[in-house]
């Protein structure tokens, strides 16, 4: 079953802008999360039919390809689609335009969704929500996790505060990739600008628990960040940019 594609503009605020002029990357990843949640809602399967079922969406598989960023007061249209779905995890993608239909970016992603007071994953296909079985990416190839590699150096800790956590409880998304960045930026400059980046999520965090953030880099210009819960093994998310 083929699903129409959802498309919303939006021009970049001061406010959503770094010191360069172009917008943040955790600011573009909120109006991502925004049209996808919109998208959802207008398709039947959003906010408000999961909590029907007892369950919410979380975002589990991020990569992202950047032409380049947009600038303050550039107008941006963003046009997603779902594109497929397993037992456990659904798919959808992202193209980002500029005013002249140049393209900004492309993004391919992995959403799972969880019962409310387990935190365990639902079983997409006992589900009645209409999801499309299959669709066009927006990336080729297959969209692989993230994996640790063992080199990493902390940089900072974060007690999280109760302003990163969403209606959903626990820490949003676009939180980590806030976080991520500056974490990177503790030890690196990104020259010539950030041409992907990609974010698996791992676990949840919430308001209180503490984070130790490393990183580590790669010769080819690859940047990489590791999300641990201080004092455990537990990974929450690993991030990679590369410029």
Known sequence: ???????????????????DRNIKMFSLMQHLQGVAAAHAEELGFGFDR????????VLSNLRMEISRLANRN????IR????GYTRTVATREFVGKDQSGGELFRAGSEWMILNKQTNRLKNLFRLDLGLPRTGQKALPGKLSRLEPHGDYREVDRIRVPYSSIDLNGHVNNTEYVRWGIDALRRV???????RSMQATYLSEVFEGDELELS????????????????GTETDVFLMEVSC
């Not at 999961?50 to 969406?57: D, T």
């Not at 997603?80 to 594109?83: A, E, K, L, V, Y």
Request: aromatic letters at 14%.
């Open 1 to 19: 079953m083929a699903v129409e594609a959802r498309e919303e503009k939006f021009r970049v605020r001061t406010f959503e802008c770094q010191v």
């Open 74 to 77: 550039d107008e941006v249209t």
């Open 215 to 230: 990183v580590s880099s790669a010769s080819n210009g690859r940047f990489s960040v590791l999300g641990r819960k201080s």
């Open 80 to 83: 997603t689609w779902p594109s």
């Open 188 to 194: 690196f400059e990104f020259t010539g600008g950030i």
């Open 50 to 57: 999961l909590s029907e079922l007892n369950g919410y969406w």
